[in-house]
């Protein structure tokens, strides 16, 4: 990879890196820019404007069942994106009260900012689904420990009844992946490594914070541990277990969506559902227009961090 290559081997870690059958894997490498720096909260400040401009929710499947990524913005983020194209039955939001009032606003239109969380709860319900409001603070590493294990369970709860799940924050990034993360960690008992490389392929937005999920183990474990032992598959231990890429529900297209406009392209024509022009299904952004405009549209997830 060349002199200037910024990936490096950690000895110390070498038990941690360990997977089973004799595979290692490094940590996931942060790249740097030429200054030295990789300018992470710019990357991730810039991912945040983009969807806040465009009033999208980009999400990620990370296995069957369940999805991470940014806040509703619009009510039909949730009435289609979430209800009818992913089937989604319960969410876990981990954003702040403010956060809720400044960014999920736009679901609850005219409403006042400070009645934003009530009527929030309230569009789920309408809906049929189960909303489960945790908040978390995103700048706080020891409320983000304190959090997580109960957090953790409570996902844990909800898929095990048979509910397709759906974990958010404001953008998808920090608190989100660090619910599913403590989940396949904890509960499915993948190795780190493995958790880390597959959230991070599924989200490459992702910021996986290790310091807060080893710290959040313990208590975890101590918590909830022995429900966890009592459940677990004797056929699922703590070695590298390939997964089956997660199944893409296709999002119906309606009479009006499939009309296509002269200057659209000819493969256009053919499509019965909207689907990601690419091979890589698993990160998918989903933009829903104004009001006025019926055709929704769906593009590829966004690699920008």
Not at 30 to 38: C, F, H, Q, S
Not at 75 to 104: F, Y
């Amino acid at each position: 990879i060349g002199p200037d290559h910024n990936r490096w081997w950690v000895p110390e870690e070498e038990e941690k890196n360990m997977v089973g059958n004799g595979v290692y894997l490094t940590p996931v490498a942060i790249w740097k820019e030429p200054d030295g720096d990789p300018h992470a909260a710019e990357h991730t400040e810039r991912f945040y404007y983009h969807i806040c401009d465009s009033k999208t929710m980009h999400y990620s499947e990370v296995v069957e069942n369940l999805w991470v990524g940014s806040c509703p913005r619009i009510p039909e983020h949730i009435t289609h994106g979430m209800k009818e194209a992913l089937g989604v039955t319960a969410v876990i939001n981990l954003q702040k009260e403010e956060d809720v009032c400044r960014d999920s606003a736009g679901c609850c239109p005219g409403v006042p900012g400070t009645d934003v969380p009530g009527s929030l709860s309230q569009l789920y319900k309408d809906n049929d689904i189960s909303y489960i409001w945790i908040p978390a603070n995103d700048q706080d590493p020891e409320n983000k420990v304190s959090m997580l294990p109960a957090a953790v369970y409570k996902l844990w709860d909800l898929l095990k009844n048979g509910h397709h799940v759906y974990v958010y924050s404001n953008a998808g990034i920090n608190r989100a992946v660090l619910l599913v993360c403590g989940y396949l960690y904890y509960v499915l008992g993948w190795p780190y490594r493995v958790m880390e490389y597959h959230v991070c392929s599924q989200r490459p937005v992702a910021w996986v914070d290790e310091e807060v999920i080893v710290e959040a183990e313990k208590e975890f474990q101590e918590k909830y541990g022995s429900d966890v032992l009592a459940e677990r598959s004797a056929e699922s231990p703590r070695s590298y277990q390939p997964q089956p890429a997660p199944k893409i529900p296709p999002i119906q297209a309606t009479q009006n969506d499939t009309q296509s406009n002269d200057d659209q392209n000819a493969e256009d024509h053919d499509l019965g559902h909207f689907v990601a022009q690419t091979k890589i299904v698993l990160r998918r952004t989903v933009v829903i227009p104004p009001a006025e405009s019926k055709e929704i549209t769906i593009e590829p997830g966004s690699n920008s961090q």
